[in-house]
């Protein structure tokens, strides 16, 4: 394959916005993109953060990938025409009610402001009671446990439990609705014209890991155990077919319309849509024994291993967000755990200290925005010449839930050990280490299950942006940390599936080998501060006992 001859489209939606990238589908290197920021979000709309409410209009979706596509390729127009497949990635679980063409509800005239009409956000909490509902019936009602391969926890950032709690305090939508959709299922389907329920390409990423979809009973649960919970989940079940597929396969073609709209070639392959860390993960090389830590607003932690021999027998490993077959690389199970606060909880510090600019009128707006940006960097730099003692301060970074281990959105956050010699640099770093406390208690839960991790490999722009975070996370977890060279590893792993997709390699291996990029510092442990690490670890998980008791009661 000749550079320049060939190029593929990567879609990723983050939380924000929306990236897209263009890459040479020879040796994975940018010809353009651009970010779009979701306008609705950014206004704040439909979300009510103390109720942990985010939901999003499917129009901020439609809106800004137009405005990105423009945009990337306003920086390389002859590329357009060179586009060989495209391929979505989409944060989630992210499900929203549908009409009966699997048109999101939200944008029909009767919902257009309904939040329980809209995308329901990753980082969406008010799922809890629903969560805990779900995996209450699954351990007692005598059939199948369905949490056995979502680490022995179904949680309130899922599907079901999201549509549980719509159902329950939202009646009036769901009467209108006929099924549910994901985003990463639906705007794939959008673009190639195959929205409808029976048509449909389910991703069986998002099937598998939060839909409870396995092979082994059919599907996904069956509907005696999900009329148990609300009839309206009996009811979506019977939509959803029982087929997921992989993302090396096309959903379906781009529609004249769309080809038009983005002046891109009219029936290229769409690829069925994934999670974006998943995806991430195939940009950021993951192969058996390396681990792709997916560094951003939250973690997601991803691995693969072989299938079983037997092909029946999976190893269960518990605690982790799920595990499933074909999820990440086909041929391989995908396994996933994660945090569910990472840069969050730095920006809720930054948040605290700056409250004072924003309602006092201290300075003007673009003032306290530019101060905004540079919090954090300078918090950073103080908190590097901080060395850890016994007598540190310690954190728990529970601050929006715990996804993993064991995942419980109830947990809270925590800090301890303060003293008023504790500034603000000391807090910085205190929340950087706890949040590598975490990730260690993520490497050691999946060693226990049987999982062997050799080497991890961080991507996304907070991996990027803070070497002392990937130094202190190297220290904590006493294992080497090494930064990819760009920031785009879900775009590559997009690029990679397009690729194949397309017909222009025959495998996920094959294409990862010709678009993964290398790699752009090491952090190596230290020894000295490690030790210290080791007995500051052992005070976070005496804290998190002591948290998960009070949340018993």
């Known amino acids: 394959m000749k550079k320049g001859e060939h190029y593929v489209l990567g879609a990723d939606f983050g939380s924000d916005s929306v990236r897209i990238v263009a890459i040479d589908a020879a040796d994975g290197s940018t010809a353009g993109s651009s970010v779009s920021y979701y306008p609705r979000w950014k206004a704040g709309r439909y979300c009510e953060p103390k109720r942990n409410q985010f939901r999003q209009h499917p129009l901020d979706y439609v809106e800004s990938f137009k405005e990105a596509v423009a945009g990337a390729f306003a920086q390389a127009p002859h590329v357009a025409a060179l586009i060989r497949g495209i391929c979505i990635d989409t944060t989630g679980s992210t499900p929203s009610l549908c009409d ?27 799922a809890v009671q629903e969560a805990d509902d779900f995996n209450a019936l699954s351990r007692s009602w005598g059939g199948v446990d369905y949490t056995q391969y979502e680490g022995g926890t179904y949680s309130s950032e899922w599907f ?5 709690h719509v159902a329950r305090v939202s009646p009036a939508t769901i009467k209108a609705a006929a099924g549910v959709v994901e985003h990463c299922d639906w705007f794939p389907a959008l673009l190639s014209g195959t929205t409808s329920p029976q048509v449909i ?22 509907r005696d155990f999900l009329d148990q919970l609300h009839p309206f989940l009996g009811d979506v079940r019977d939509t959803l077919g029982t087929e997921t597929y992989t993302s090396d396969i096309a959903a379906g073609y781009l529609t004249s319309e769309w080809a038009a ?26 192969a058996e024994t390396v681990m792709v830590k997916s560094v951003g607003t939250s973690t997601c932690d991803i691995i693969i291993g072989p299938r079983p021999a037997d092909g029946v027998s999976d190893r269960l490993v518990k605690g982790i967000a799920g595990q499933v077959d074909g999820s990440v690389v086909p041929g391989y199970i995908g396994y ?42 300078a918090l950073e730099q103080a908190a590097e010449s901080i060395e850890p003692s016994d007598d540190s301060p310690v954190a728990l970074d529970w601050i929006n839930g715990r996804r993993s281990p064991n995942a419980d959105q109830m947990l809270k956050g925590a800090l301890s050990g303060l003293t ?15 949040t590598a406390f975490g990730a260690r208690a993520i490497l050691e839960c999946f060693e226990a299950g049987g999982v062997r991790i050799d080497k991890i490999v961080a991507i996304g722009g907070v991996a990027r942006k803070s070497k002392i ?7 904590v977890t006493r294992r080497t940390i090494h930064v990819t060279s760009n920031d785009q590893a879900p775009a590559i792993g997009a690029a990679v599936f397009a690729s194949v997709a397309a017909g222009l390699y025959t495998d996920v291996p094959t294409a990862q080998k010709a ?30 006992a002591f948290e998960e008791r009070q949340r018993r009661g």
């Open 160 to 164: 079901w439990a999201k549509l549980l």
């Open 336 to 377: 996933e755990a994660g945090q569910s606060a990472y840069g969050d909880f730095y920006a809720w510090l930054r948040d605290v200290i700056t409250w004072p600019l924003k309602h006092m009128d201290m300075v003007d707006a673009d003032t306290t925005t530019r101060m905004e940006k540079k919090v954090l960097a």
């Open 201 to 222: 390409k389910r991703s069986r990423c998002a099937a598998g890991h939060k839909i409870a979809w396995h092979p082994s009973w059919g599907g996904y649960p069956s």
């Open 469 to 475: 975070g990937m130094q202190i996370l190297a220290d």
């Open 420 to 434: 008023l010699g504790t500034d603000a640099p000391a807090m910085m770093r205190m929340l950087l280490e706890s």
């Open 100 to 126: 009966a063409k699997g048109n999101p509800l939200a944008l029909d005239p009767r919902f257009s402001d309904d939040p329980n009409a809209m995308f329901i956000l990753w980082k969406d909490h008010t």
């Open 261 to 286: 709209t983005l002046g891109l070639p009219v029936g290229i392959p769409v690829c069925v849509g994934a999670y974006d860390a998943h995806i991430g993960a195939v940009g950021g090389d993951v």
């Open 515 to 544: 678009l993964c990029s290398g790699i752009e510092r090491v952090h190596e442990p230290d020894a000295t501060r490690a030790a210290v690490y080791d007995r500051l670890y052992a005070r976070y998980l005496q804290l998190g």
